[in-house]
């Protein structure tokens, strides 16, 4: 029986594509403007290195004889913050602290835990460890000193020093970087926004960089007079496009065919329609000036995870097909988005679903879509945390055997060219607008083993089915496995 825990993560993700954002306060605001008090990261009495202690240390009672050491790439340290006003849901979640070293590079340190500093409540220690969690960086280079700063509620607090392997170093200090030793009392600032239950500047500002294309005032003053539960019902019943798709017909993938170089059109023709620039054209006027922003943004986060490339899919109408299909389902049930791409020609074709047959069968696809569309690599807790097994290792998800048998599964579909079931199909050009239809004859038939895991649905498929059947089993076996909801979720967040 599948867990009541992973039925109601389900539930989560199929109601809609962008229930995180609802976390945010929803009461209605008044006019006035009060901002977040700005975190300021603590730093030792005389310098603008960071107060920083190993995880079994706290702060000395003499604040001013603290002195930090250097610490080691991948230890876990003690930060200090203070000029916060953490309601009771916020969290370790709630703060990023993003780090930059002598050469440039960026990190970004995951923040384990906060916790309030007994008798100084208005100093908070965090909980850090060394290492990037972005994952485009590993470890950072023990050449001394990086600088620091924390994010809270869209608001960057100082930057302080902070050595790693040694202390000092390059690195020079922000202009106009200041000491800005532990206070001996709460600041005034946070004090006064423990006082009101107004939303925050920072927390709209927030919301608008997560809901939208960035923020505006004509928003901004509009979030301050309504609950954002009703900006977002306004969202969902929001008409998209508000600039229409661009329209192009099918061409030959021959661009000399479809575009003549004798023809006086023949650099707008191939603008049109051998370029990403219609496309892209459209996107950021859309960005830009369109009134459905949440849906645009939640396409665009979703094409960050199901992604296709705009050299191998050259017409901008095999584009914008894509694009339709993820803005259709930006609000709609994660399972339907599954099938909807899976048959989409643009993947078929970056992926190689479309060319994958029974005697020349191509793993592309069903490698990705466990990978990187639904479940990952490996096990996880529904709160996106790793499965680890006796020996503290990560529990794989699935192996080479069940993608070798989601391949078979994959077999078959080709390009719509069938006139009556394909209503776009244009005589000459490959149809890149109708979903891949499949031939029962290129299909592996034979039985299959799937994913198994507690409350599994589908793992085995029998032999000689149609594969129309067998795709919505597979997709039914992926989208009910226990990983989806937390793997997904962590990602849109």
């Not at 790439?73 to 990023?96: K, P």
């Amino acid at each position: 029986m599948i867990k009541r825990t992973s039925r109601f993560w389900r539930q989560i993700l199929s109601a809609g594509m962008v229930v995180f954002l609802l976390a945010f306060p929803t009461l209605a605001q008044e006019d006035s403007d009060p901002d977040s008090p700005t975190p300021i990261l603590i730093s030792e009495k005389d310098s603008t290195r960071a107060l920083a202690t190993k995880i079994d240390r706290s702060l000395n009672d003499n604040l001013a004889k603290n002195r930090s050491k250097a610490f080691y790439a991948d230890t876990t340290i003690l930060l200090y913050v203070t000029n916060l006003d953490l309601t009771n849901e916020e969290g370790a979640n709630s703060l990023r602290v993003y780090v930059e070293d002598a050469k440039g590079r960026k990190y970004r340190f995951p923040v384990l835990s906060v916790e309030p500093i007994q008798g100084r409540e208005w100093i908070y220690a965090l909980t850090v460890r060394l290492k990037d969690e972005s994952g485009f960086w590993d470890k950072p280079l023990l050449d001394g000193d990086v600088l620091v700063g924390v994010s809270w509620r869209g608001l960057t607090s100082n930057r302080v020093r902070l050595g790693i392997g040694k202390k000092g170093g390059e690195i020079k200090d922000d202009a106009g970087a200041i000491p800005t030793p532990a206070p001996i009392e709460q600041a005034e600032e946070a004090q006064q926004a423990k006082n009101t239950s107004r939303l925050h500047s920072g927390d709209r500002k927030r919301f608008m960089e997560q809901a939208t294309f960035g923020p505006t005032p004509e928003l901004d003053a509009r979030l301050r007079r309504i609950p954002l539960t009703t900006w977002l019902v306004e969202q969902f019943e929001e008409p998209y496009p508000t600039n229409p798709y661009p329209n192009f017909i099918l061409k030959p993938n021959d661009a000399q065919l479809g575009c003549p170089r004798d023809s006086p059109e023949y650099a707008v023709c191939i603008r049109d329609y051998y370029s990403m620039y219609p496309e892209q054209n459209w996107f950021f006027k859309e960005a830009l000036y369109g009134n459905a922003q949440l849906k645009h943004r939640v396409a665009w986060s979703l094409g960050q995870m199901w992604v296709i490339s705009g050299v191998d899919t050259q017409q901008s109408s095999h584009m914008i097909t894509y694009h339709q299909v993820l803005s259709k389902n930006s609000f709609g049930n994660y399972r339907n988005l599954m099938t909807e791409m899976t048959l989409n020609p643009g993947m078929g074709n970056y992926l190689d679903m479309v060319r994958s047959t029974k005697n020349n069968p191509n793993e592309n696809f069903a490698r990705e879509i466990l990978q990187l569309f639904s479940i990952g690599l490996f096990m996880l807790n529904q709160d996106g945390t790793l499965q680890l097994d006796g020996s503290g290792n990560p529990i794989p998800s699935y192996d080479q055997d069940t993608v070798n048998n989601f391949t078979k599964v994959f077999t078959g579909w080709t390009l719509c060219e069938n006139t009556a079931l394909c209503p776009n199909r244009t005589t000459g050009a490959p149809n890149y607008k109708d979903p891949m239809l499949l031939v029962q004859n290129n299909h592996d038939v034979t039985a299959k083993t799937l994913l198994n895991y507690p409350g599994a649905v589908n793992t085995n498929i029998a032999a000689n089915q149609n594969g129309t059947t067998e795709l919505h089993q597979a997709l039914d076996n992926i989208f009910y496995h226990p990983n989806v909801a937390p793997f997904v979720s962590r990602f849109l967040i």
